[in-house]
Antibody
Framework: EVQLVESGGGLVEPGGSLRLSCAAS????????MNWVRQAPGEGLEWVSS????????YYADSVKGRFTVSRDNAKNSLYLQMNSLRAEDTAVYYC???????????WGQGTLVTVSS | DIQMTQSPSSVSASVGDRVTITCRAS??????LAWYQQKPGKAPNLLIS???SLQSGVPSRFSGSGSGTDFTLTISSLQPEDFATYYC?????????FGGGTKVAIK
């Protein structure tokens, strides 16, 4: 069974940093690209970042470019999102998701809430 | 960026109704489109990928069609568990973009 479990969310002040993690199991993690997608409270879905299986290809939304860094450790079956210079508008539930071929997500984690507030 | 416009933004329907949701891309995306269902407090769930490919385990009352710029999600006979919000997403070009969502509510 495919499982994705996010962690690392919490309350942080504007300008602060957080590192999200996503632990993957039930599939060969190193074979799959992965995405981060977020959802602000009461709002729709927003793609954040994508990383290919060997980290060769990495993409970011303009809204996070230069502040967020996606990475992965295939030996640890883990995906990460380092978030710096956080802003109030980054407040959201962050989901990691497995990509099924052409960058479309097929399995999602349960999400982790990031709240940026003073 | 490719804009994805979903309509309607909300719909009220009864159990057994046929419901159709449309998604229009601001430029051609071939068939690189997915449909997701999301219930309150839960992660999205993939229903259809590549515009018309039903995900394993998804009931056959869900179907998708379209290519290029115009796409449709159809629920042939709405069931109680289908009341949720539905999103389309294009994956033809980065940045990946989602539609604004369609909330299917009980009439």
């Amino acid at each position: 069974e495919v499982q994705l479990v996010e962690s690392g969310g919490g309350l942080v002040e504007p300008g602060g940093s957080l590192r999200l993690s996503c632990a993957a199991s039930g599939f060969t993690f190193s074979d799959y690209s992965m995405n981060w997608v977020r959802q602000a409270p009461g709002e729709g879905l927003e793609w954040v970042s994508s990383i290919s299986s060997t980290s060769t290809y990495i993409y970011y939304a303009d809204s996070v470019k230069g502040r967020f860094t996606v990475s992965r450790d295939n030996a640890k079956n883990s995906l990460y999102l380092q978030m710096n210079s956080l802003r109030a508008e980054d407040t959201a539930v962050y989901y990691c998701a497995r990509v099924n071929g052409h960058w479309l997500e097929d399995y999602w984690g349960q999400g982790t809430l990031v709240t940026v507030s003073s | 960026d490719i804009q994805m416009t979903q309509s309607p933004s909300s719909v009220s329907a009864s159990v057994g109704d046929r419901v159709t949701i449309t998604c229009r891309a601001s430029q051609g995306i071939s068939s690189w489109l997915a449909w997701y269902q999301q219930k309150p407090g839960k992660a999205p769930n993939l229903l259809i990928s590549a515009a018309s490919s039903l995900q394993s385990g998804v009931p056959s009352r869900f179907s998708g069609s379209g290519s290029g710029t115009d796409f449709t999600l159809t629920i042939s006979s709405l069931q109680p568990e289908d009341f949720a919000t539905y999103y389309c997403q294009q994956a033809n070009t980065f940045p990946l973009t989602f539609g604004g969502g369609t909330k299917v509510a009980i009439k």
